[in-house]
């Protein structure tokens, strides 16, 4: 039941009426008004990881001798790198700080407005949702097949030895067009620079191909992984995940890599709540979150990733706008902060 009534406010985003009492939301007991939360702060963390892959080339046991290439790896490696990490704050209903506004002709609250999830948002005014920016997409690029660029002389050879003996001549003819070129000196020079840089570019890549054939080639990815952590107290090194060499990001529970952390410490200074006073304010406006601050640390055994001081709904206090302040002689305009629950204005005529 509770959920169907959620769901059918949460399609609105705002309603003409008089606000009177505002009163713990309870299913079925609550006399019929609009109902709302405060919200309970989440961080969204984002860990990104990049992947270096290396592949042997065919030829890589020939590397040294025909091409002067030394340490070339003959087997395929795998490097993770743990690149950066990202931390949003997001508002989620608090299904503890649910409430629900009474209607009254007496007082001139003539608009409240929620968000989809049904956290309050505004009194008497409107806000634009917020737009979130989408990245763009990462073109990859195609790794070019390196037999495009084979004479029929090396696809021929008998042998792999052979093979790559033709291979390197192929290379070091590649070099010689190239300084030709660049001298001026060669047999067709091209008529403008940029006709000229084409060839260049096309031998470059040519040289390229063939040359990942003795060096091998490396392929490096970028990965994101997403992790939610939702607080109610201080957090001292929390395991958020894992960062392993070879296997990457991995949940907390896996105990092959090695740990990320989290702390999250109160900063707050305030006194604590009157208890019995909140439950006398709650039969007379409009309940609202004071938000806590906390700092959060991510941190691994070598670096600290991030260090910044956050708001938190669930770590401050609830306070009232008593409602004097929505009667027929005042028009106050409130806008809340969807994430924290606290004020972020307030202004009147």
Request: hydrophobic share 35%.
């Amino acid at each position: 039941m509770l959920k169907q009534g959620i769901i059918a406010i949460s399609l609105l985003t705002a309603w003409n009426l008089h606000a009177q009492d505002v009163t713990p939301y309870t299913p079925g007991a609550t006399p019929e008004g609009i109902v709302y939360y405060l919200p309970k702060t989440e961080l969204e963390i984002k860990v990104t990881a990049t992947k270096t892959t290396y592949t042997p080339g065919e030829f890589c046991q020939y590397a040294d001798r025909y091409l002067r290439l030394q340490n070339v790896a003959p087997k395929p490696q795998v490097q993770w790198n743990l690149q950066s990490i990202e931390v949003t704050p997001k508002g989620v209903p608090n299904p503890e700080r649910a409430y629900s506004i009474k209607l009254k002709d007496k007082s001139v609250a003539s608009e409240v407005q929620l968000t989809k999830e049904g956290i309050i948002r505004a009194i008497n005014t409107n806000v634009p949702e917020d737009v979130i920016p989408q990245k763009a997409a990462v073109k990859k690029t195609e790794r070019v097949n390196p037999r495009n660029f084979m004479t029929e002389e090396i696809l021929m050879a008998g042998s792999s030895i052979k093979m790559a003996e033709l291979v390197a001549k192929e290379i070091y003819n590649i070099r010689e067009s190239k300084n030709s070129l660049t001298r001026g000196q060669a047999d067709y020079m091209p008529k403008d620079g940029d006709a000229l840089q084409i060839m260049l570019d096309n031998l470059n890549a040519q040289e390229k191909a063939l040359t990942e054939m003795f060096a091998g080639f490396t392929e490096v990815t970028e990965k994101t992984f997403t992790f939610t952590i939702s607080p109610d107290k201080d957090i001292k090194n929390k395991v958020i995940c894992r960062i392993s060499s070879k296997l990457g990001i991995l949940n907390a529970d896996n105990l092959a890599g090695e740990p990320v952390y989290i702390s999250i410490i109160s900063q707050n200074t305030l006194p604590p709540a009157d208890e019995e006073g909140m439950k006398k304010k709650q039969l007379n406006g409009v309940i609202y979150n004071i938000p806590g601050k906390a700092l959060v640390t991510i941190k691994d055994n070598h670096k600290v990733y991030y260090e910044h001081e956050i708001s938190f709904a669930q770590l401050g206090e609830t306070e009232v706008l008593v409602n004097s302040l929505f009667n027929k002689k005042v028009n106050t305009r409130v806008i809340f902060d969807p994430i924290t629950g606290g004020i972020v204005k307030i202004d009147k005529d």
